[in-house]
């Protein structure tokens, strides 16, 4: 029963790991290229494949390579910790927020050949709680806040980190030269909901900038405080490292 419900979403792949999780179900499948594929309920959260893997990385490597100085980082969402490992390479100190403890665990058996093993390193710290739960109680102030990749519509409470109260509370955790990173997919959406969540994000972030990747499922939102100014020289030398 636990594997049926995937025989027709992921037909010729294996069932590798099965958790029911108090807050969700987490399950690990592989196919037959050995690509590992993490899902929340029964929703795809990550996958380790050349198509998804950079989606991972670029939400840590954008806004990092836009910030003159970045020390330390937030993400909400953990998955498989490729963005997590991401923000260690630019010598940045991460805090991780991830509800479910059966994705922390899936993360360390089957994709430490893409987050490096971030568990252990040192700039890498990581909390079992609720994202907003840990905005709204934590005193450190970020450089860096980046939502993961949560799609809106595919999974129970995934709607509340695209709200103007959420963004809001980010921004009061934010340095003063700090960037708020909001994935928005392409796909699944409706427009007017794709509009909605750039103008609710524009609400608390008037000076906002709009990224579109080369793959055709997501655009990226960076938010300021300030308009955004680019030191190319700086991003080109600091990507190449990255």
Same mark, same amino acid.
């Given at each position: 029963?636990?594997?049926?419900? %995937?025989?027709?979403?992921?037909?010729? $792949?294996?069932?590798?790991?099965?958790?029911?999780?108090?807050? &969700?179900?987490?399950?690990?499948?592989?196919?037959?290229?050995?690509?590992?594929?993490?899902?929340?309920?029964? =929703?795809?959260?990550? *996958?380790?494949?050349? !198509?998804?893997?950079?989606?991972?990385?670029?939400?840590?490597? #954008?806004?990092?390579?836009?910030?003159?100085?970045?020390?330390?980082?937030?993400?909400?969402?953990?998955?498989?910790?490729?963005?997590?490992?991401?923000?260690?390479?630019?010598?940045?100190?991460? $805090? &991780?927020?991830? #509800?479910?403890?059966?994705?922390?665990?899936?993360?360390?058996? /089957?994709?430490?050949?893409?987050?490096?093993?971030?568990?252990? =390193?040192?700039?890498? =710290? /990581?909390?079992? +709680? $609720?994202?907003? +739960?840990? @905005?709204?109680?934590?005193?450190?102030?970020? *450089?860096?806040?980046?939502?993961? @990749?949560?799609?809106?519509?595919?999974?129970?409470?995934?709607? +509340?980190?695209?709200?103007?109260?959420?963004?809001?509370?980010?921004?009061?955790?934010?340095?003063? $030269?700090?960037?708020?990173?909001? !994935?928005?997919?392409?796909?699944?959406?409706?427009? &007017?909901?794709?509009?909605?969540?750039?103008?609710? %994000?524009?609400?608390?972030?008037?000076?906002?900038?709009? !990224?579109?990747? /080369?793959?055709? *499922? %997501?655009?990226?939102? @960076?938010?300021?405080?300030?308009?955004?100014?680019? =030191?190319?020289? +700086?991003?080109?030398?600091?990507?190449?490292?990255?």
């Amino acid at each position: 029963l636990k594997s049926a419900i %995937f025989k027709t979403q992921r037909p010729g $792949d294996t069932l590798v790991d099965y958790n029911e999780e108090v807050d &969700a179900t987490v399950t690990t499948l592989k196919d037959d290229e050995g690509v590992y594929r993490l899902y929340v309920d029964t =929703n795809q959260a990550a *996958d380790a494949s050349r !198509w998804d893997s950079p989606s991972h990385r670029v939400i840590a490597h #954008l806004p990092l390579l836009l910030h003159p100085r970045p020390k330390r980082a937030l993400v909400v969402g953990f998955g498989m910790g490729l963005t997590s490992h991401s923000i260690t390479q630019h010598g940045v100190k991460v $805090d &991780a927020i991830e #509800l479910s403890s059966g994705v922390l665990s899936a993360a360390q058996k /089957y994709f430490t050949h893409v987050n490096e093993n971030v568990f252990e =390193n040192p700039q890498f =710290n /990581y909390k079992l +709680n $609720d994202g907003r +739960n840990h @905005i709204l109680m934590t005193k450190t102030k970020y *450089d860096m806040i980046s939502t993961g @990749i949560i799609h809106p519509l595919v999974s129970a409470g995934s709607s +509340n980190i695209y709200t103007a109260d959420f963004y809001r509370l980010c921004r009061k955790i934010l340095t003063e $030269d700090g960037i708020m990173c909001q !994935w928005v997919p392409l796909h699944r959406l409706p427009e &007017a909901h794709y509009k909605m969540i750039v103008r609710t %994000f524009i609400e608390v972030f008037p000076e906002t900038t709009l !990224w579109y990747k /080369y793959t055709p *499922d %997501f655009v990226i939102l @960076i938010g300021t405080r300030e308009p955004l100014r680019i =030191n190319y020289k +700086n991003f080109i030398d600091r990507a190449k490292i990255a």
